[in-house]
């Protein structure tokens, strides 16, 4: 990387969006663990630090601090919520709980200009989310903001050390973006490098570093990530990769079928295709907590791929489309915050492994795999397409996985994405799915009464899928869809939709 900017999570909720704003720069964006000794994240690339927001207070005992060796850099630093108390602790200034919380909008108002405010008004609305203030600056700072209730903005007098009581990477804080933009630009001196073509030469060279003379395993399920991994591999290493589509039985209607017509038509890529239906839903019966599908899925899933490799004696390195956020979400080691759930990508895997492990999108959103798709020729239609868990329908199925449960739900979902796809609505759309609950209700088909299943719709909108909120469809979308569903689907009898975003909820109901 030519620049890149450290993010150090504290475990916020919204450390994802600090990295994914700054990347929105230009700039290479990348999170570390709070608890990262400064050696390892300082060298020539480095052009800035910024101090996520999080959970504790930094006057209780084991409240989590970085390395002391950062403030006396002279690397540009901006600390946001929880990162602002720390700066102040550190430099002799005092935090204490607030009288009055902040959580939601607060009106933010400059008292004093320069760089990292560049471009904003006197007055605006920031998103607040602490109930610790600063009850004191230290010495060698000058306050540059306020809110109605706290000192809102410092910095320190003679060094770029920047603290800040709002978020700006939440879309809430009206000149959230042009705060960060600020502190890449003005405050850390960065130019524009970070971009899809950039990112596919490094990899590229990367690739073939890696993987030397080797043979690489694709596991290809059809989706977005994989297929662009797919094609951005077999760009580095051509005939060196052999993709392989497992048909697990929980794919969605002709799914597998699409899949390899799509490769042999547009990539010319050489594709495997294994049929284990029959394998997955004997390993899921009886399985009804999620977590354990969704090991169980992967632990499937690699010792298909293990047998499979048998079969090429250079084969040494399996390729996995895992993107950021799954990363995030599966692990706490990056910060002091909880695991939400596994991921099929990045879960499940046995402890001895006969493959190893190379995942070029490890440190990608979504949309930025998109990009590199479009940038490497994948075609529109498909870099469109809504994203697709790993662990397929299983996890759509609320409940033990059967193969009269999975016909259902295809059929339902069918529904579903043909009628937005019919109202012009698909693109607007992050991901939309049916769910399968593991409950009947009495209903009334003809003159006859009927006990069957209730189908969950879910639809959402998604920058990258760190948080999402419901789509809100006209009534007669959804009027439509149920009627089709009811009419078509034997076994399900009630339609719902789902209004949760996420937080608090998550995308997927498992």
């Known amino acids: ?53 999080g959970p504790a207070s930094v006057y209780e005992a084991n409240s989590p601090h970085p390395s002391p060796e950062i403030f006396e850099s002279n690397i540009p630093i901006l600390g946001i919520c929880y990162g602002l108390q720390l700066i102040t602790q550190h430099f002799g200034g005092s935090v204490d709980k607030a009288a009055k919380r902040e959580y939601g909008r607060a009106k933010f108002k400059i008292l004093k200009r320069n760089e990292l405010f560049t471009g904003l008004p006197d007055e605006s609305i920031v998103w607040m989310s602490h109930g610790d203030k600063i009850s004191s600056i230290p010495e060698h700072f000058e306050i540059l903001g306020k809110t109605e209730n706290a000192i809102s903005a410092i910095k320190h007098k003679h060094k770029k050390i920047y603290g800040i009581q709002f978020h700006p990477e939440v879309h809430h804080s009206e000149f959230g973006k042009k705060i960060i933009e600020n502190f890449v630009r003005k405050v850390c001196r960065c130019q524009s490098h970070w971009n899809a073509q950039s990112f596919i030469d490094l990899q590229i060279e990367l690739i073939k570093e890696t993987v030397g003379e080797d043979e690489v395993i694709l596991a290809l399920s059809g989706g977005v990530d994989s297929t662009v991994a797919a094609v951005l591999l077999y760009k580095a290493i051509g005939k060196q990769l052999h993709c392989i589509h497992i048909d697990t039985g929980l794919m969605r209607e002709n799914e597998s079928e699409t899949v390899v017509n799509l490769f042999k038509k547009n990539f010319q890529i050489p594709i495997t295709l294994i049929k284990a239906e029959d394998l997955f839903l004997e390993k899921l019966k009886n399985v009804t907590d999620p977590e354990k599908k969704r090991k169980i899925i992967g632990r499937t899933f690699i010792e298909l791929f293990e047998r499979e490799a048998k079969k090429f004696s250079k084969a040494k390195w399996l390729a996995q489309g895992t993107l950021y956020p799954d990363v995030i979400e599966s692990s706490s080691v990056k910060g002091p915050s909880a695991t939400i759930k596994s991921h099929h990508n990045v879960g499940g895997l046995p402890a001895k492994m ?24 994948v075609p529109q239609w498909f870099i469109e397409r809504h994203p697709f868990p790993g662990p397929g329908l299983a996890i759509r199925i609320i409940g033990e996985v059967t193969k009269d ?43 006859e009464r009927t006990y069957e299943n209730v189908c969950a719709l879910r639809a959402v909108t998604s920058l990258d899928g760190m948080t999402a909120d419901w789509f809100k469809f006209s009534y007669n979308v959804l009027e439509t869809v149920s009627n089709r569903i009811i009419n078509e689907v034997k076994g399900i009898n009630r339609v719902v939709y789902d209004v949760t975003s996420k937080p608090p909820g998550t995308i997927e109901w498992e």
């Open 405 to 447: 449960r999975l016909d259902i739900l295809r059929k339902a979902d069918t529904i579903f994405v043909e009628e937005i796809k019919k109202a012009n609505l698909y693109n607007e759309i992050w991901q939309a799915f049916a769910v399968l609950l593991p409950v009947k209700t009495v209903g009334v088909m003809g003159d």
């Open 1 to 53: 990387m030519n620049e890149k900017i450290i993010v150090l999570d504290f475990g916020s909720q919204y450390t994802q969006l600090i990295a994914r704003k700054i990347r929105e720069c230009g700039v290479y964006a990348e999170i570390n663990s709070y608890q990262t000794p400064f050696n390892l994240i300082k060298d020539n690339s480095l052009k800035g630090i910024v101090l996520s927001g």
């Open 354 to 377: 006969n493959l190893k492990i190379i995942e070029p999108f490890r440190e990608l959103f979504k949309d930025e795999v998109r990009e590199v798709g479009l940038q490497l020729g």
